[in-house]
């Protein structure tokens, strides 16, 4: 398989004042198209760091950065915008759905930075909510829906531009367990069904345990890559575990 | 542009998250707008007024009014002796190249007899020519005619005033009114005129041949027959005002044989001069008023400034989120220009509304004449949306350049 994103000698320093933080050191490694990654590393090893240039949001200070054979550390501003729209999905702890917008127009966000019709915007933001299980909820607000629901219309905002990877900073992070293994299971099913390359940054490994492969950071470092020979299925954990709420808590 | 209309609806939604927010800035603009346009209203409506009175005044006049003399030491005020004639008037005709006509008038005050109806006002003894100085034209019958102050005839014209007051609506033509015991024929009543500058109802008078008003009404000057209250002379052009000022006053300086270094026994006055300083000064206030009023109109806009340096801090977050899912830089810009546009050009239109109204209700209690232009409104509209644009620039710009990974992480 073709590798989706590749990275050589990856560095990043920051300076604090006159001391330079060396926050990741020399990192290379490659990440399959289509695969599940899961990057793990407690706070201060550089993965929430590394999220960030994987996602275009931060350039690397020295290094290369393949993604989709395109190099990003040659582009400008505005060029990233264009990357992080078409290519990359981001999902956040905090979910990060604008307040007071129905769930429909959060979906249908990234589009209104593309030249999509406001037809087309509003088919593939159904379209994105039905792959999540939220066709019923297009006009509800943020503050209407539970904290599962939420990262659940978070998860179609990011599939609605059809993109290569997705990236999840904690995404289980603000979500009881059992809600977390819920969005694991959408994830799960996106990356098999959707072939969609997802990467999630965790410092759980209960949440790593889904990935196919784990990534481990420590100072900046790679200090562990392996592959998963059985990851858990997410589709089976939820058929065991005890249903302790009702499905769905909605207010008002 | 659907894309200009999609930006103006999120900026609209914005909006309305923060109503009181949103209705409070748009309050330092609506002031603005409707203060400038309420107040260059005022100061256009004083000078359209002052502009109208200067014209039913008539055109290029100059007024001679018999000057102060010395006698034995003590200076007699203006008009205090007469000194001008009917000949001066004939003279000041003939003999000055720059003056086209001239009026001799005198004046008193009578009262006025038709039936049981009577009226006290100012009759003022004329010559026709005084008709077309002051520019006055007739709403029924005719003007008396050379041949009938030759012949001292004993017609009269009335002031719109006078003949409301004995004739009430009715064409007075060809009736008999009485003045001072000698009875008047009507021959015609003035077209209206209004107030003059000075503040006096111009249709208040009553004009009779100057013959005849001196013989037989006012009584004449007992020194001098001939004397005259005032003289009315018209300029041939604007041009040549100060041209026949200098000529009337060799020419009465001569006839009236005062020596060189002694004072003038006359005054002469341009009317138009004094009148277009009241046009000019009312214009100096209205422009005074306009930049008073505009000052508010940019305190409006520091107040969006502010609102909207508040907004980009409070929506920091959203802003990363959209940076994050493909907003450019100039998505960003646009998105926050616009919002400030809209709630300045939503204000400027409130505004202009509010401005049309007062300009109303002043011109209705205060009895002000106002004149909003169609002008002074565009202009209105077009500043609120610059002050939009201008105020609304920094924050815009501020958001646009905030790093996206801060921004998403801000609390």
Not at chain 1, 24 to 33: C, G, N, V
Not at chain 1, 174 to 185: C, H
Not at chain 2, 132 to 145: A, C, E, K, P, V
Not at chain 2, 204 to 230: E, M, R
């Amino acid at each position: 398989m073709a590798s989706v994103i590749e990275i050589k000698d990856l560095v990043k320093d920051y300076r604090l004042g006159d001391v330079p933080v060396h926050v990741l050191k020399s990192i290379s490694f490659e990440i399959e198209r289509g695969d599940f990654v899961s990057i793990m590393g407690p706070s201060g090893s550089g993965k929430s760091t590394l999220m960030y240039i994987l996602g275009c949001l931060d350039k690397a200070t020295s290094g290369v950065y393949m993604l989709d054979g395109i190099s990003v550390g040659n582009l400008n501003r505005d060029q990233l915008a264009e990357i992080r729209n078409k290519k990359i999905g981001f999902v956040f702890q905090q979910f990060n759905l604008l307040a007071r917008t129905s769930a429909a127009e959060n979906v249908e966000l990234p589009l209104m930075y593309t030249d999509t019709s406001a037809r087309e915007r509003h088919e593939r933001a159904r379209k994105a909510l039905l792959a999540v299980g939220l066709a019923d909820r297009e006009e509800y607000q943020p503050s209407q829906l539970s904290g599962g629901q939420q990262q659940r219309v978070a998860i179609a905002r990011s599939l609605v531009n059809d993109p290569s990877i997705i990236l999840a900073d904690e995404p289980t992070g603000a979500l009881d367990s059992r809600t977390g293994v819920e969005i694991m299971a959408i994830f799960q099913r996106l990356n098999r069904e959707e072939g969609i390359t997802m990467i999630v940054a965790t410092h759980d490994p209960d949440v790593a345990a889904y990935s196919n492969r784990s990534i481990h950071f420590i100072d900046g470092k790679l200090r562990l890559d392996e592959r998963l020979a059985q990851p858990r299925q997410a589709r089976k954990d939820l058929e065991q575990l005890p249903a302790e709420r009702p499905e769905e808590i909605v207010s008002s | 542009m659907k894309k200009i209309v999609a930006s103006i609806k999120i900026a609209l939604r914005a909006l309305k998250v923060n109503r009181l927010r949103s209705a409070l800035t748009m309050l330092g603009i609506i002031i603005g707008v409707a203060a400038v346009i309420a107040m260059v209203g005022v100061g256009a409506g004083a000078t359209k007024r002052i502009q109208e009175q200067i014209q039913s005044i008539g055109s290029n006049l100059i007024i001679v009014l018999p000057g102060s003399i010395t006698s034995n030491g003590v200076r007699l005020g203006s008009g205090a002796v007469a000194t001008l004639t009917q000949d001066d008037a004939k003279a000041i005709a003939a003999e000055c190249p720059s003056v086209a006509l001239t009026a001799p008038t005198v004046r008193g005050a009578v009262q006025v007899v038709y039936g049981i109806n009577n009226w006290a006002t100012n009759a003022q003894g004329v010559t026709p020519d005084y008709m077309t100085i002051r520019d006055y034209t007739l709403l029924y019958g005719q003007f008396f005619t050379t041949q009938d102050v030759d012949a001292a005839a004993k017609t009269a014209v009335l002031g719109e005033t006078v003949a409301q007051n004995l004739f009430g609506d009715s064409d007075p033509t060809g009736q008999a009114v009485i003045i001072k015991n000698v009875p008047f024929t009507v021959a015609g009543v003035l077209t209206p005129k209004g107030q003059s500058p000075a503040g006096q109802d111009q249709d208040d008078v009553i004009l009779l041949p100057i013959s005849t008003a001196t013989q037989k009404v006012l009584g004449a000057n007992k020194a001098n027959a001939k004397a005259v209250g005032s003289l009315m002379v018209q300029a041939i052009s604007p041009q040549a005002m100060d041209q026949a000022l200098q000529e009337i006053e060799a020419l009465l300086r001569e006839r009236h044989r005062i020596l060189p270094g002694l004072d003038d026994d006359f005054t002469i006055r341009n009317l138009t001069e004094v009148f277009e300083a009241q046009e000019s000064s009312a214009q100096v206030m209205s422009i005074l008023l306009g930049a008073i009023a505009s000052v508010s109109l940019i305190v409006g806009g520091i107040g969006i400034m502010n609102i909207m340096l508040v907004s980009v801090t409070e929506r920091t977050r959203e802003i990363g989120l959209r940076q994050a899912v493909g907003a450019k830089m100039r998505d960003i810009l646009s998105q926050f220009l616009v919002e400030a546009v809209t709630l300045s050009l939503l204000g400027g239109i409130i505004g202009i509304v509010v401005g049309l109204t007062s300009s109303l209700l002043i011109s209705h209690f205060a009895q002000w004449s106002t004149e909003v232009s169609l002008l002074s409104i565009l202009l209105a509209f077009v500043f609120s949306a610059l002050v939009g644009v201008f105020f609304g620039y920094y924050p815009a710009r501020k958001a646009a350049f905030l790093d996206p990974i801060e921004a998403l992480r801000y609390e």
